[in-house]
């Protein structure tokens, strides 16, 4: 395996993303590489063995392989992927809000790789803008789902009662008790959907007292984020089967391949659909708002970067104390730390512009 590492382009909570490029023609000639390391290589480890796994799907980010290397002394442990040009769906909603186009064109490719999650027995746990990437094909760019540090298998009664994910897009059950299968990503797909729509969170939270608060709305009663008024009827619909509480009821990601606000997109109308300037601006879509910036948008409530928590732990936390903990003792956790890579500047940031 012959590359050369180029620039840092983001990092994680253990570790860093680098530009590879081949040395060879086995590889493409530009690759990104996660590196960490050796003695804590883990995690990583196990997120190459899942990609190596789901490696047939073309909107899943592809593992070219692993290898070891020594650097200044230190052994790290490399894992080299297809580079997303595009940088994150995160990145570009910074910019602009979406068309309806780009949201169906967006919301069907990461439906087609969450299909193939789930029907390969594994659930994702950590699904949210950052973790979409865009990669250049054909002249285009295709969603493609990455970051699989967090996921499981499904069905794992062990891992029932881990806190697992981004609590911004949890789900119902995995706050209120732990159950975190293949419905809980759809969930999470609906926060990401719902964001690429409006430009903003899919929940608003008050600065700094409104965190337990929050985890309240989740995992308790009926309330579910709140979808715009005027959006069409095949997005409201859309949105409503990816938010039903129950579990059981939510769609599949083959339910909602075939629903009509995802299979009636219609690619020759994305051509022509520019994204629009402002959410004012987003067909069937009306907002007070007027600013593009997520984090001017709602100033008075949190912006995506502050609420990017993710959370992992190994220990088992009992269901019924999980609300309790969550609510009034959020202090316990690191908040601001995140096992998702962050992109930094340089030339990673220049390709998403």
Request: glycine residues 8%; proline residues 3%.
């Amino acid at each position: 395996m012959n590359w050369a590492r180029g620039e840092r382009i983001g990092h994680g909570s253990f570790g860093q993303v680098n530009l590879a490029v081949s040395t060879s023609h086995e590889f493409a000639s530009l690759m990104a590489v996660k590196s960490c390391s050796l003695l804590h290589s883990a995690t990583l480890v196990n997120e190459k063995l899942i990609l190596e796994e789901l490696s047939e799907c073309p909107e899943i980010i592809h593992c070219f392989g692993d290898n070891v290397s020594q650097e200044n002394g230190v052994k790290l442990y490399n894992v080299l992927l297809e580079y997303a040009s595009g940088g994150s769906l995160a990145n570009k909603i910074k910019n602009s809000v979406f068309s309806e186009c780009e949201v169906q064109r967006y919301s069907r490719d990461i439906l087609k790789g969450l299909y193939y999650v789930h029907k390969n027995g594994y659930v994702h746990c950590d699904m949210k803008l950052q973790n979409v990437l865009l990669v250049e094909v054909g002249g285009n760019y295709v969603a493609k789902i990455a970051d699989f540090g967090l996921a499981k298998r499904g069905g794992n009664l062990e891992a029932k009662c881990e806190l697992r994910g981004t609590l911004m897009y949890m789900s119902p059950e995995m706050v209120a008790g732990g159950e975190q299968e293949s419905a809980a990503d759809i969930w999470a797909l609906g926060c990401l959907v719902l964001e690429m729509i409006t430009g903003t969170l899919a929940w608003k939270c008050r600065r700094k007292s409104d965190f337990g608060g929050l985890m309240m709305r989740i995992g308790v009663g009926d309330e579910v984020p709140e979808i715009p008024k005027k959006l069409s009827k095949q997005g409201k619909d859309f949105l409503g089967k990816c938010f039903l509480k129950n579990p059981r009821e939510r769609w599949t990601a083959e339910m909602l391949l075939n629903h009509p606000f995802i299979a009636g997109y219609n690619e020759a109308m994305d051509v022509s659909c520019a994204s629009p300037t402002s959410a004012l601006n987003f067909p069937h879509c009306t907002s007070s708002q007027t600013s593009l910036s997520p984090q001017k948008f709602v100033p008075e409530f949190i912006s995506r970067d502050e609420f990017d928590w993710n959370l992992r732990s190994s220990s088992a936390i009992l269901p019924e104390n999980r609300i309790y903990q969550l609510a009034s003792d959020h202090q316990r956790f690191d908040w601001s730390d995140s096992e998702s890579w962050v992109p930094v500047r340089g030339a990673y940031e220049s390709n998403c512009s």
